[in-house]
């Protein structure tokens, strides 16, 4: 069975309650195993078919946990070549952290990424949060259509 992870990181709850609509969304696409985690390691990564990252932007940056993550990805080599790739988050500002990841994920570490990423400002209503269950839709379907 495929499988996705959703991970997140959110200071406010913005980015936890859009990564919690993307996984929901990635669980209706089909017969799809979804891990919506806020701490993982970075040698798992490898172990999934797609990564969708919830990167809220902080002082125009990605939080210091995400960037970490791909960091220690990359000390690792952790293959990640192919994959299907999202992101997303929430801003006040300038929005700049989904945008990175998308950078990393695609030439950092060579995924298939869909672009662009979803970007919220402030809190997310009916509308944003029926975005994030569409993305994590639109990656499950991509994974069933590969597998």
């Known amino acids: 069975m495929p499988r996705i992870l959703v991970f997140y990181y959110s200071r406010t709850g913005r980015t936890e309650k859009m990564a919690n609509a993307v996984a929901e969304g990635a669980k209706t696409g089909g017969n799809i195993e979804v891990a919506l985690e806020y ?52 801003y006040g500002w300038s929005g ?18 869909t672009e662009p990423p979803l970007l919220v400002r402030d809190e997310p209503n009916q509308v944003n949060l029926k975005a994030c269950q569409n993305l994590g839709k639109r990656i499950s379907e991509i994974l069933i259509r590969e597998a």
């Open 39 to 90: 701490h993982i390691p970075a040698e798992d990564l490898g172990t999934f078919d797609a990564i969708i990252v919830g990167a809220p932007t902080y002082h125009h940056e990605m939080p210091f946990g995400i960037k970490q993550l791909f960091e220690d990805a990359a000390e690792k080599a952790v293959n990640l070549r192919g994959k299907p790739g999202a992101a997303f988050g929430s």
């Open 96 to 113: 700049e952290a989904p945008k990175l990841v998308l950078e990393i994920m695609k030439n950092k570490f060579e995924m298939q990424v």
